[in-house]
């Protein structure tokens, strides 16, 4: 992890919890006063009741945290239609997906809601304290205890390594490597992608985690990227375009009907 990082103590409610996701992560804990002080670039605080990841200029106010609830436009009951370029995308006889590249977990809340099963891998240890504490408030939502859903299984950990050990092989495996940006973006989305840049570094070995994905899908792999990126993988089975993003399909063997 390139960037420094403290855990803060600012809610007593959450001391013990604070405590332990310093001696977790093996970092720092301090007081919010302290921190002021300290020449660390990053924090992890438990506010407004969730984890949040935020800058010194948001010490008293604001930070980033897992969204749980649907982004503008997209459909709030569930299951959630599958309509879309991103539904399109993954399938529509797709059952399993694995997102081997989580962030911020958006595009994986967004296919849990479509009512697809998920398992969500990442490789940050800071990425998955704030991704644990996101699904851990959406298993308290009344809409997934009233259906007895099962959030996604989150799995931490380098995403090349882990998919040559799955327990069993999903139906697609989904991809959304950091490309260099080129676009203007909004503040808030630009805001998440550098902090990721800051913590994770640049997706170097992307070409790798796409050529071991090839080999561990079981009918497709996914790959978004900008519009004007280049393919990942080379020329794509099918793509699906939607705002400054695109979705290449490779499909796996002969599987060309589903």
């Known amino acids: ?7 803060l103590a600012e809610d007593d409610n959450y001391l013990q919890q604070s405590r332990h996701l310093a001696d977790k992560l093996e970092r720092p804990l301090l007081a919010v006063a302290d921190a002021k002080q300290q020449d660390i670039p990053f924090f992890l605080v438990y506010r407004d009741h969730c984890l949040k990841l935020l800058d010194k200029a948001l010490l008293k106010k604001g930070g980033l945290t897992v969204n749980i609830d649907p982004r503008p436009g997209e459909q709030s009951s569930y299951p959630a239609s599958k309509k879309g370029a991103l539904a399109q995308a993954v ?7 694995l997102d081997a590249t989580t962030g911020w977990a958006q595009d994986s809340l967004a296919l849990f809601r479509m009512g697809y099963h998920m398992t969500c891998l990442e490789r940050s240890p800071v990425m998955v304290a704030l991704i644990e504490d996101g699904f851990s408030r959406l298993a308290q939502k009344d809409w997934v205890i009233r259906r007895q859903l099962q959030v996604p ?3 931490s950990g380098n ?3 882990r998919l040559q050990n799955l327990a069993s092989q999903p139906d697609c495996i989904y991809l959304d490597p950091m490309f260099p940006p080129k676009r ?3 503040a ?6 550098n902090v990721l840049r800051d913590i994770l570094g640049d997706d170097t070995d992307k070409q790798q985690l796409f050529m071991t994905a090839m080999q561990h899908a079981g009918k497709r792999v996914v790959v978004k990227s900008p519009d004007d990126a280049e393919p990942l993988g080379g020329q794509p089975s099918m793509s699906y375009a939607s705002k400054l993003v695109r979705y290449d399909v490779y499909l796996i063997g002969e599987n060309q009907n589903v």
Not at 1 to 7: D, G, I, N
Request: hydrophobic share 40%; net charge positive.
């Open 1 to 7: 992890m390139r960037a420094e990082l403290a855990v």
């Open 184 to 186: 203007k973006k909004s």
């Open 153 to 155: 299984e989150l799995i």
């Open 91 to 97: 399938g529509r006889k797709t059952q399993t997906i």
């Open 159 to 161: 995403s090349i390594d």
């Open 188 to 193: 808030l989305a630009k805001k998440g992608m």
